[in-house]
Nanobody, 128 residues
Framework: EEEVVESGGGLVQPGGSLRLSCTTSRLRFSFDDYAIGWFRQAPGKERAIASCISNSDGKTYYADSVKGRFTISSDNAKKTVYLRMNSLRPEDTAVYYC???????????????????WGKGTLVTVSS
């Protein structure tokens, strides 16, 4: 069983919406101790962080390219983080990866270089 599993990807038309889920299990420490990040990698491009939430203090981060369109949220009871994606554009097409890293309150985990756990990714295709 993987520690971090993504779901919810698929094909959507431009302007449409999707919700991705990142379900965690068997993390070494409490879910509350971790920041969960959503990364994405488009064809021919490097993987980059799109959004992140730090469960220890609730702080969130959004890349400029998704700000105002994507919303990240965390359900501690379900140990799951969601990424709601609205107003999707063709340039949002990518494999979306979920990752987890221990992050204390007041930190900036979206700038961390090394993450503890990675999922295998879910493909999002935005096309008419």
């Amino acid at each position: 069983e993987e520690e971090v599993v993504e779901s919810g990807g698929g094909l959507v038309q431009p302007g449409g919406s999707l919700r991705l889920s990142c379900t965690t299990s068997r993390l070494r420490f409490s879910f509350d101790d971790y920041a969960i990040g959503w990364f994405r990698q488009a064809p021919g491009k490097e993987r980059a962080i799109a959004s992140c939430i730090s469960n220890s203090d609730g702080k969130t981060y959004y890349a400029d390219s998704v700000k105002g369109r994507f919303t990240i949220s965390s359900d501690n009871a379900k140990k799951t983080v969601y990424l709601r994606m609205n107003s999707l554009r063709p340039e949002d097409t990518a494999v979306y990866y979920c990752a987890a890293v221990r992050a204390p309150p007041g930190g900036t985990p979206w700038g961390y270089y090394s993450w503890d756990y990675w999922g295998k990714g879910t493909l999002v295709t935005v096309s008419s």
